[in-house]
């Protein structure tokens, strides 16, 4: 998992409670405009999903309850909990700081938008 787990933990730590759809919306631009390339991404329907993105939460959720879903939203069961990011971690925490501040308080559609503009190149 290493990365993965990386960016997953990283941003729902910033993101504090959030849907399945968004924690992938937001995963997605970090994962891009981090020039990260940690997780395949698919478009079904114009949702984007990877399967990396869910195995690791499924994963994390199951084994030791890291993270804890609670209806329609995830969290982190244990906000001490050390994803081992390493030395890529400043890079990962840098590109979230920039998506989040410029791409986290837009609304579903709208984040809709952006992530369909990077995903066909010409954002």
Request: proline share 2%; net charge negative.
């Amino acid at each position: 998992m290493g990365l993965i787990e990386c960016i997953i933990i990283s941003t729902l730590k910033k993101l504090g409670r959030t849907s399945l759809d968004r924690l992938a919306k937001i995963v997605f631009l970090v994962d891009r405009f981090g020039d990260l390339q940690a997780l395949n991404w698919d478009r079904i329907d114009l949702v984007i999903t990877s399967p990396d993105l869910i195995g690791t939460v499924e994963q994390l959720t199951r084994n030791g309850g890291v993270i804890k879903n609670i209806g329609d939203f995830l969290t982190l069961a244990n906000n001490d909990y050390d994803p081992g990011c390493g030395w890529i971690g400043n890079t990962v925490e840098s590109t979230i700081n920039y998506v989040l501040e410029k791409y986290g308080q837009l609304s579903d559609g709208e984040l809709d938008d952006i992530v369909e503009s990077v995903y066909e190149g010409v954002y």
